[in-house]
């Protein structure tokens, strides 16, 4: 298959792309969200005291860092010939479409329903979607919720302690507050 092919694969929910092109694609999309991210920090509130950081500072440290990151990835992507020097095994690349759009939208309704449903409830949910299915591969139905719930329950609770409690980070939390007093 030539580097320009795209054909589709033996399921009609995959769709193989050449490696170098998923690679260069993918770290193109991502560049262009972090370029959209950089822009926004311009709207925040600019420090109070001249000379000190403003509340833009560590979110411009981070999306600076990204963006040479991904800059280096992008650089490797185009100047490399093949995919083996990518470290891919084949020269193209197995994608399930089907799935990628479903986990795009579930993030779309995980930003929508955030501050009406709650923290607690949108994660646990959330993470519950994404876990099961994919711990369902090595376990039975009943073993794949129970450890995707164990999961779920664990990563509401680490996240609760890292941003309200660590970071004072208000979060729309609808039940843990009336747990943890």
């Known amino acids: 298959m030539s580097e320009r ?11 193989t792309v050449p490696a170098r092109a998923a690679l260069a694609g993918t770290t193109g999309l991502i560049l262009l969200g972090l370029v959209l991210l950089s822009v926004e920090t311009t709207n925040m509130t600019p420090p109070l005291l ?3 950081p403003g509340d833009a500072f ?7 860092f990204s963006l040479i990151f991904a800059g280096l990835v992008m650089v490797r992507a185009l100047l490399s010939r093949d995919a083996t020097a990518l470290g891919y095994d084949s020269p193209s690349v197995s ?10 939208v579930l993030v779309l309704l995980y930003a929508e329903l955030f501050e009406p449903v ?7 949910v959330f993470m519950m979607v994404l876990l099961v299915p994919r711990l369902r591969v090595q376990a039975t139905p009943t073993q794949a919720v129970l450890q995707g719930l164990a999961l779920s329950v664990s990563a509401v609770l680490v996240l609760y302690a890292s941003f309200a409690l660590f970071l004072k980070i208000p ?3 609808k039940f843990l507050p009336l747990y943890l007093q």
């Open 50 to 52: 001249p000379g000190h």
């Open 5 to 15: 092919e795209v054909e589709t694969a033996a399921s009609p929910f995959e769709l």
């Open 171 to 173: 979060l729309p939390l």
């Open 58 to 64: 560590f979110p411009r440290l981070v999306l600076g």
């Open 95 to 104: 994608v399930h479409w089907l799935e990628f759009a479903s986990v795009v």
């Open 118 to 124: 709650g923290f607690e409830i949108t994660t646990l």
